[in-house]
């Protein structure tokens, strides 16, 4: 597939070696921000095509791939977080797939297909599925209807239930080699691209994103207030905070939550070396067991954080625990 991601080719290799038989359900994870999706969505339009070339790549040519990329195949499926309404009018996603969604998709799957006889069914993020609606469909997951194929995309697979995880093929995409996304984050004419990739975790779509979202700038204003937690004003400083891209702002901080922790355990910082100075000052008097409770807190929040039903009190709730991990120290 030309417009794929130049590190996922190997991935897609393995796919196209196994297409004469292809898993009846495949669970694509791996970090977020590498191109989980884009390889899923391929692989669909793959399997659909009804005129594939000889490496078994789809066509882009025949109706089918026509009618996939303009999302109106009637054999796909896509089950995803629905968009809905809050009562202040904003559009927001719900934060899990419910088993109504997941019912439709069985009758779905249990129909008979319009066109060549394959269906597709992609379902991202696979571990939104709710307990409720991930039951619904392991009865397909196990005894899937002939020439039917599901697809599970997850950042983080353990989420998912384990009798659905048993029923799937895994395909674990691994981060690309740095060289490899330093290359590719150049080819975009992105500024920044090691400083982006590293605040990424090496994911390099996720480093697209944080630069289109401010992130650099961001940065900065968040690790100045950071590294003074005796002077933090939560009130103030939520108000202010609230307007941040709430991912942006979790990952930022989730990260300074590591490089305190390293620090305290008398290791270097990891994300951000360029603020080691006051890491170093930050590790020598932060109460270890709320840092971990609060880091803790900080990966489950993660999952909502796009999401919150007060973005002011969530923010302000932490960072009253984020300056009473230090509050000890300023006693003594
Ligand atoms: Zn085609």
């Not at 983080?156 to 799937?168: A, D, E, G, K």
């Not at 942006?248 to 305290?264: E, F, G, N, P, S």
């Amino acid at each position: 597939m030309s417009a794929l991601y130049p590190w996922l080719v190997r991935p897609w290799q393995h796919l196209l070696n196994n297409k004469a038989r292809p898993a009846q359900a495949l669970l694509i994870s791996g970090s977020a921000g590498i191109g989980k999706s884009a390889l899923a969505y391929a692989w669909a339009q793959t399997l659909l095509c009804e005129a594939p070339r000889p490496d078994g790549d789809a066509c882009n040519e025949c109706g089918a791939c026509h009618w996939f990329k303009a999302g109106t195949h009637p054999d796909f499926r896509l089950l995803t977080l629905q968009e809905k309404e809050n009562k202040d009018g904003e559009t927001t996603l719900a934060t899990g797939i419910d088993v109504e969604q997941a019912r439709e998709t069985v009758d779905f799957v249990r129909s008979s297909a319009y066109r060549a006889g394959r269906r597709v069914v992609l379902v991202e993020p696979a571990d939104a599925l709710n307990v409720a609606a991930a039951n619904a469909l392991l009865k397909v997951l196990e005894e899937p209807p002939l020439n039917t194929t599901f697809l599970l995309v997850s950042d983080q697979p353990r989420r998912l239930l384990p009798t659905v995880r048993s029923r799937c093929t895994r395909l674990d995409v691994g981060l690309p080699p740095q060289e490899d996304a330093l290359r590719w984050l150049r080819d975009q004419q992105l500024d920044n691209a090691e400083e982006m990739l590293a605040l990424a975790s090496g994911a390099p779509l996720a480093a697209v994103k944080c630069l289109e979202e401010g992130g650099l700038t961001v940065r900065k204003d968040l690790f100045q207030v950071l590294s003074k937690p005796s002077s933090l004003d939560p009130v103030m400083r939520a108000d202010t905070w609230k307007n941040l891209n709430p991912r942006v702002w979790h990952i930022l901080t989730y990260k300074w939550l590591c490089d305190v922790l390293a620090t305290r355990l008398k290791c270097a910082a990891r994300f951000n070396p360029d603020y080691s100075e006051a890491l170093l000052k930050l590790g020598k008097h932060v109460d270890l067991a709320r840092l971990l409770a609060l880091s803790k807190a900080h990966v489950e929040q993660g999952r909502y954080v796009m999401h919150p039903l007060n973005r002011q009190l969530q923010l302000e709730t932490w960072l009253i625990q984020y300056r009473q991990l230090f509050i000890e120290d300023e006693k003594t």
